[in-house]
């Protein structure tokens, strides 16, 4: 057989990250009958086998071929930390290079919601954030961004309805793997997620909201503000530097426009640094026209990271000053108090412990 280009530089297909219609080439490929690609893409994405061993439907020649041409992503499960106050549980997964990633399962009266890590680590530098100490280690395929929903899914045996890519990594900066795990995740014949119950959050990095807004999805999308000046957001975050507020909150419009969908802006609040009146009443002023969502997430402080979460007082002024004016708010309900920390904590308390 004429060796292909994926064996002569021996980095191997993946065959979780395939659409259905790309499988079904790999089935003309191995000389296989074309409904053998439904098959084998709902052993993958519905019956979610984590190896081609449980595919006991399909014939021994194509499972060779398969583990030949391909490599099978299944996240090895590390560690589960499951908390006691409300049975959110955080799991800690490492990828076939060993790199490690973190989700998180939480349970809502509407049903259960898994947070996924987009990329193992994270350039971005937001200055209270976890995830990016160490810098970006590498972007997930979209089966690593699948896996983990999948995986988890097998661990609890309950559905997963709501997806929130808030993990770990900033979605937008793995654009390409990042679209083709939503087209894969809602797809009908796999998991059928519906697009609306999927968020992804994004820094905001402009040219990929415009983006993403021409794709026309269903899915929400979340704008992390945490600032409502370009001074103060430029102390938080560094991509504030490339893009200034006006640049973003015209993205935000545009992409309202083009989907119907309103944009939810998350705010985290840090004592003394983006919660006083001032701050409110900028934040009022920017976001009004914009008939959005927002949702503010009392910071969590970070060992490494010298903030501290607003007080409970300075929280419920912010809010009602935001509703007098007709914003619609929520207060993130902070899920999992007694296991965690902040996003990234638990893949950085096993590293250190690591080294
Ligand atoms: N890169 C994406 C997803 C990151 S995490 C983004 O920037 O949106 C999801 C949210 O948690 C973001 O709004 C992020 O700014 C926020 N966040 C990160 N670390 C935090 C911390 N220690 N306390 C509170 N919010 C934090």
New binding site residues.
């Given amino acids: 057989m004429e060796m292909d280009r994926e064996d002569t530089d021996s980095t191997k297909r993946d065959i979780k990250s395939l659409t259905l219609a790309q499988l079904q080439g790999v089935m003309t490929e191995a000389s296989q009958k074309s409904y053998r690609a439904k098959q084998l893409y709902e052993w993958m994405h519905v019956k979610l086998a984590r190896d081609y061993e449980e595919m006991t439907n399909l014939p021994g020649t194509l499972k060779t071929f398969c583990r030949e041409h391909f490599d099978y992503a299944a996240l090895q499960l590390i560690k589960v930390q499951e908390s006691r106050v409300d049975g959110t549980k955080k799991f800690l997964f490492a990828l076939s290079d060993g790199n490690l990633i973190e989700s998180v399962w939480m349970r809502y009266k509407h049903g259960n919601s898994v947070c996924i890590s987009s990329q193992a680590g ?1 350039r ?1 530098g ?1 200055r ?3 995830s990016t100490i160490d810098g970006l280690e590498r972007n997930l395929l979209p089966s690593e961004m699948l896996d983990q929903i999948y995986a988890i899914t097998r661990y609890t045996g309950e559905r997963v309805s709501n997806v929130v890519v ?2 770990s ?3 937008l900066d793995n654009y390409e793997n990042l679209l083709c795990f939503i087209r894969l995740l809602t797809d009908e014949n796999g998991l059928h997620i519906s697009q609306r119950s999927v968020t992804v ?3 905001g990095i402009v040219p990929m909201m415009y983006r993403l807004a021409d794709e026309k999805l269903q899915i929400t999308l ?1 704008l ?1 503000l ?1 600032a409502a000046t370009d001074e103060k957001r430029r102390k938080l975050m560094p991509i504030a530097n490339q893009y200034s507020l006006d640049e973003l909150m015209r993205a935000c419009t545009y992409y309202f426009q083009q989907t119907g969908r309103r944009i939810t802006f ?1 705010y ?1 609040l840090a004592g003394g640094v983006n919660d006083t009146k001032e701050d409110v009443e900028k934040l009022v002023s920017l976001i009004k026209p914009l008939h959005a969502h927002i949702n503010l ?1 009392p ?2 402080p ?1 060992k490494e990271r010298d903030f501290i979460r607003s007080g409970k007082e300075a929280v419920t002024v912010f809010k009602n000053k935001l509703e007098k004016n007709g914003i619609n708010v929520t207060i993130r309900r902070e899920m999992g108090q007694d296991i965690d920390g ?2 990234g904590q638990l893949r950085r308390s096993h590293l250190l412990k690591r080294s």
Avoid: R
Wanted: aromatic content about 4%; hydrophobic content about 35%; overall charge negative.
């Fill in positions: 994270c971005m937001c209270f954030c976890a808030m993990g990594g900033e979605p959050s994004t820094c979340a992390s945490h998350e985290s997430i910071i969590n970070v902040a996003c």
